[in-house]
């Protein structure tokens, strides 16, 4: 039952190029999504999140852009710096059905970033 | 920066031994959660907690788990009698209040290994 869905367990990109993250979903009761990064050893580390009334997120580098009636999100990078090497997981969350913190998150998608 | 703080990193038990888990969230905040990543799967919640009681848990957390806030800093996980199927990463998180849930702030996590 996989309610959220990375289907890339792994992306390559050259350093200054754009990364490309995609999430699919399958809860039409998701209303919030987010995305978290994780390095080895470190819990996950929130980066940027979009509400469902919402099409686009922006923050530095970093764009959540969130297609509804497709049921796809993806975070773009730009532009990918070596730093950003790290396992990149979607979450979504049912706020409004009172979920009390019960992410629901995708099996992540290892972003390499080359120098 | 604020953190959470999980003990100990690494635990080794034998099948059917309880084990205790330890976080101490964010000191100013309310919401406390545990996940739990199995290796090779997606990161999964367990439970939130919030004003000494469980808001909200998942199928994964039977009877064999509980949780508590034994004092004012700590929140533990306790497994009462483990399995091999709970060897996982355990992360403890913690929010500041439900309507920025999407700060969930979260541990390094504690690697169980049931043996």
């Known amino acids: 039952d996989q309610q959220v869905k990375q289907n890339s367990p792994s992306l390559s990109v050259q350093e200054g190029r754009i990364s490309i993250l995609n999430c699919d979903y399958t809860?039409?009761?998701?209303?919030?999504f987010l995305w978290y990064k994780k390095y080895p050893a470190e819990g996950p580390t929130f980066l940027i999140s979009?509400?469902?009334?919402?099409d686009k997120n922006e923050d530095g580098r970093f764009t959540v852009f969130l297609n509804k009636s497709a049921k796809h999100l993806s975070l773009h990078i730009v532009p990918s710096q070596p730093g950003d090497s790290a396992v990149y997981f979607c979450?979504?969350?049912?706020?409004?059905?009172?979920?009390?913190?019960?992410?629901?998150f995708g099996k992540g998608t290892k972003l390499s970033v080359k120098p | 920066e604020p953190e959470v703080t999980q003990t100990p990193s690494h635990q080794v038990t034998q099948m059917g031994q309880e084990v205790i888990l330890r976080c101490v969230p964010i000191?100013?905040?309310?919401?406390f959660y545990w996940y739990r990543q199995i290796l090779g799967q997606k990161v999964e919640f367990l439970v939130s907690?919030?004003?000494?009681?469980?808001?909200?848990k998942s199928e994964i957390f039977d009877d064999q788990f509980s949780v508590e806030r034994p004092d004012g800093s700590n929140f533990t996980l306790k497994i009462r009698s483990t399995k091999l199927e709970d060897s996982a990463m355990y992360f403890c998180?913690?929010?500041?209040?439900?309507?920025?849930?999407?700060?969930?702030?979260f541990g390094s996590g504690t690697q169980l290994s049931v043996l």
């Open positions: 998180a913690s929010s500041e209040n439900r309507e920025t849930n999407e700060k969930l702030f």
């Open positions: 809860n039409s009761m998701f209303d919030y």
């Open positions: 979009i509400s469902s009334i919402k």
């Open positions: 979450a979504a969350n049912a706020l409004s059905s009172g979920s009390q913190g019960n992410l629901i």
């Open positions: 000191s100013n905040h309310l919401y």
């Open positions: 907690f919030y004003n000494n009681e469980i808001s909200e």
